[in-house]
């Protein structure tokens, strides 16, 4: 039981490249969220989504795009990259809503330059 | 619109010595989540302990205890005979599960627990 697995680990993308940071959870969980987590700043939900083929936006969605095809996955697109996209950006799921704890994973670290 | 204060930047104490870090909320609801999770140096956040609202009972699980007080919106983590291991980042969040659209986690900014041998 793998839990909550992202990739990659780290990347450095030039101002203006695109990528996808993959998001993949095998605990069957409805819900899946992204964040990003700036220093001294706590994490700032980006985009969840309640279930396959449902996403909504979340505090700070601007620059980004997700989409939820199946149940295990959830990937984040960063289009046209920006120095304010430097981050390190955690994948999370849960049962349901917030009533249940949320399951991290090991994060991605991206700089922008 | 829900909030929460950690206002504790940064804490260092010595190995075995008691610390206890704050966290209040701000919310509209009567019904809402508290949650705290901690996040080692490694980088990955692992879950604590979640309480509802109309659980104010303490808990305690190990070295770990929580005081819920809703007469002043605090959910404070009390360690207990600190360990080197427990230096960590700690964030406290809450959620509000009745406000379908928004079923979301707001986070505190966290407090970084420094243990010294």
């Known amino acids: 039981n793998a839990g909550v697995t992202q990739t990659p680990k780290f990347r450095i993308l030039k101002i203006g490249q695109s990528m996808t940071l993959q998001c993949t959870q095998d605990?069957?969980?409805?819900?899946m969220y992204w964040y990003r987590q700036d220093p001294g700043m706590g994490l700032k939900l980006i985009y969840y989504?309640?279930?396959?083929?449902?996403?909504d936006k979340g505090e700070v969605p601007n620059g980004y795009n997700v989409s939820r095809s199946t149940t295990e996955d959830f990937p984040l697109r960063l289009e046209l990259a920006a120095p304010s996209q430097t981050s390190v950006y955690f994948c999370a799921s849960s049962y349901s809503s917030g009533v249940y704890e949320q399951y991290f994973g090991p994060g991605t670290r991206l700089t922008v330059t | 619109a829900q909030k929460v204060t950690q206002a504790q930047t940064e804490i260092s104490v010595v190995e075995k010595e008691d610390v206890t870090l704050d966290c209040v909320y701000e919310t509209r609801d009567t019904t809402y989540y508290l949650f705290w999770y901690k996040q080692p140096p490694s980088g990955e956040l692992v879950f604590l302990i979640r309480r509802n609202s109309f659980d104010e009972q303490n808990e305690i699980s190990g070295r770990y205890s929580w005081n819920f007080q809703k007469s002043t919106s605090s959910f404070n983590f009390t360690i207990t005979a600190s360990q080197v291991v427990d230096s960590a980042v700690y964030f406290c969040a809450l959620s509000e599960p009745a406000n379908f659209g928004n079923e979301k986690l707001t986070f505190g900014t966290g407090t970084r627990l420094t243990i010294i041998p």
């Open positions: 605990m069957n969980h409805n819900y």
């Open positions: 989504s309640v279930g396959a083929g449902i996403t």
